[in-house]
């Protein structure tokens, strides 16, 4: 069983900034990819940024130079600081993971795909 906690969302204004986390703990092997997305209501959910086990993170461009992702490797936790946010920034954003639970999946290349409960975060203008 995997848990996958955020954290960090709130309201916040134009020009401002939030730090989000997203916790994943259970049994877990090893972890490939973590990522966010946000979704607006009525919206597709989109990609934010993704970070690899190894390389660079990407962005989507809307965010680019303003939203930073990290990883802890110790505590499984991937972070995305947002700065400068805009009232365009205001979704529910949650953390995507894909990971091993087994020696078995991670020697085959098999992976699962787990999503945080999402957390709100509000940009007023």
């Known amino acids: 069983q995997v848990q996958l906690v955020e954290s960090g969302g709130g309201l916040v204004q134009a020009g401002g900034s939030l730090r989000l986390s997203c916790a994943a703990s259970?049994?877990?092997?090893?972890?490939?990819?973590m990522a966010w997305y946000r979704q607006v209501l009525g919206k597709e959910r989109e990609l934010v940024a993704r970070?690899?086990?190894?390389?660079?993170?990407n962005y989507a461009d809307s965010v680019k130079g303003r939203f930073t992702i990290s990883r802890d490797g110790d505590t499984n936790t991937v972070y995305l600081q947002m700065t400068m946010l805009t009232p365009e920034d205001t979704a529910v954003y949650y953390c995507?993971?894909?990971?091993?639970?087994?020696?078995?999946?991670?020697?085959?290349?098999?992976?699962?795909?787990?999503w945080g409960q999402g957390t709100q975060v509000t940009v007023s203008s």
């Open positions: 970070m690899p086990s190894s390389g660079n993170a």
């Open positions: 995507n993971v894909v990971l091993t639970t087994t020696a078995d999946q991670a020697a085959t290349g098999s992976a699962f795909r787990y």
């Open positions: 259970g049994t877990i092997f090893s972890i490939n990819t």
